[in-house]
């Protein structure tokens, strides 16, 4: 009975996980939100999506209440409210970055970079929870990781790369960090569980969780273009000729570009400001540096939560829905050791070639043959179930 309960809850938060991406993806296109400049944040995006997913949670939650639930149940316990924290600070760094992302590549190109932290979760279980460590699992995860490995053979062997899978320093570093807040998110995951108060249950995390990235973001949206504004972090004192050319001018209307111009010199390799500008000036350069996301850093959290373009916020309004349901599923299933289930999580990355081929994004051989192995493994990973018993990590809530 525990398989099949895993086997349908994985089912469903792969179906809720490959919708969060696509529908991530679509709202960073500007040809699916009608409009040239996506003209809303990352930051701003994660505050809607969060929003999105507490309102889902929040219903749930008075479902449950309705139906006679009783609110002493509804309070986790100090312990695993410590843990729902630490989940939440990591969570909101991570759906920036998976905001970031798909403004730039297509989820099929970094998708599987963002999963490499499932190598090290059978040490986790076993240090954490003394979760036993089976060899079919190995296998498995070997498998995962040279699936993972095939599409970037041309880039090793062959110095080919494709201009549009090449991922750019800044990618590679959001990659390393996503790595480690998922990481971090499915051991306290397992932590947050096992210290929950008995009778508590994953809606009532959910929301907790959430609360707690509502307050992140916020803080963040608010702090940021403040320690931006003070520093003039949008009206460079010099710019780098390639930079200059390819990610502001070539972004920009004649007006604009004119404008600039006036006010930088191309003197070597760099665009100098001419002279000190008067506050009308800097405000119209810091408009315009930050209309095309100069400073990539502090351009994440720019932007009025009430934008003109809507478009973008209907999209993360829905992959907030997807969200709250493996969130939901996260936690159901958070009560077996991380590593007996969640590189499961992940078979949908063997369809997203297929559906991002749909789209008309390249998808190469190699991606497809990549694919092929890491669903291999998925399926080589779970082969034993008839000869091991899956078992629950020991709570260690109080009863209420």
């Known amino acids: 009975m525990e398989w099949l309960i895993i086997i349908l809850w994985l089912s469903i938060i792969n179906g809720s996980l490959g919708g969060q991406y696509i529908l991530n993806w679509m709202g960073n296109q500007p040809r699916f939100v009608g409009d040239k400049q996506i003209g809303v944040s990352p930051g701003v995006m994660t505050w809607w999506r969060e929003l999105s997913k507490l309102l889902w949670a929040v219903i749930a939650v008075s479902v449950e209440i309705i139906r006679g639930k009783k609110l002493k149940y509804l309070w986790p316990g100090t312990l695993s409210i410590i843990t729902i924290i630490i989940c939440a600070f990591t969570g909101v ?19 599987p970079y963002v999963n490499v932290y499932l190598a090290f979760l059978p040490f986790f279980g076993k240090f954490l929870f003394n979760a036993p460590i089976r060899k079919e699992h190995w296998i498995g995860i070997a498998l995962v990781i040279i699936g993972l490995s095939i599409p970037h053979i041309p880039r090793i062997f062959f110095s080919y790369t494709d201009p549009k899978s090449a991922l750019d320093f800044t990618a590679i570093v959001w990659i390393i960090i996503i790595n480690c807040c998922l990481c971090s998110q499915q051991v306290f995951n397992n932590k947050t569980v096992q210290t929950a108060n008995t009778g508590v249950g994953p809606n009532a995390l959910v929301v907790w969780r959430e609360i707690w990235k509502m307050i992140f973001i916020s803080l963040a949206l608010f ?15 010099s710019v780098k000729a390639k930079d200059m050319e390819v990610r502001v001018l070539g972004k920009l209307d004649y007006s604009q570009k004119d404008f600039l111009l006036n006010h930088y010199e191309k003197n070597g390799e760099q665009y100098k400001l001419k002279n000190e500008l008067n506050e009308t000036e800097k405000e119209t350069v810091k408009n315009i540096f930050s209309s095309v ?16 373009n809507w478009w973008p916020i209907l999209f993360v309004v829905l992959a907030g829905l997807t969200g709250y349901i493996y969130s939901f599923g996260f936690f159901k299933l958070s009560k077996f050791a991380a590593h007996f289930w969640v590189p499961y999580t992940n078979a949908y990355l063997a369809f997203l070639p297929l559906v991002m ?38 709570k260690t809530g109080k009863t209420i």
């Open 93 to 111: 760094i991570e759906n920036i970055g998976f905001f970031y992302l798909p403004r730039y590549y297509s989820p099929h190109v970094y998708a």
């Open 223 to 237: 702090i940021f273009p403040l320690i931006g504004n003070a520093f003039d972090v949008h009206v460079p004192e």
């Open 293 to 308: 996301s100069y400073n990539r850093f502090f351009s994440l959290f720019e932007g009025n939560i009430f934008p003109k």
């Open 357 to 394: 081929f749909l789209f008309g994004e390249t998808v190469t051989g190699y991606q497809v043959g990549g694919a092929v192995v890491v669903t291999l493994g998925l399926m080589i990973g779970v082969s034993d179930y008839k000869r091991n018993k899956v078992t629950e990590i020991v």
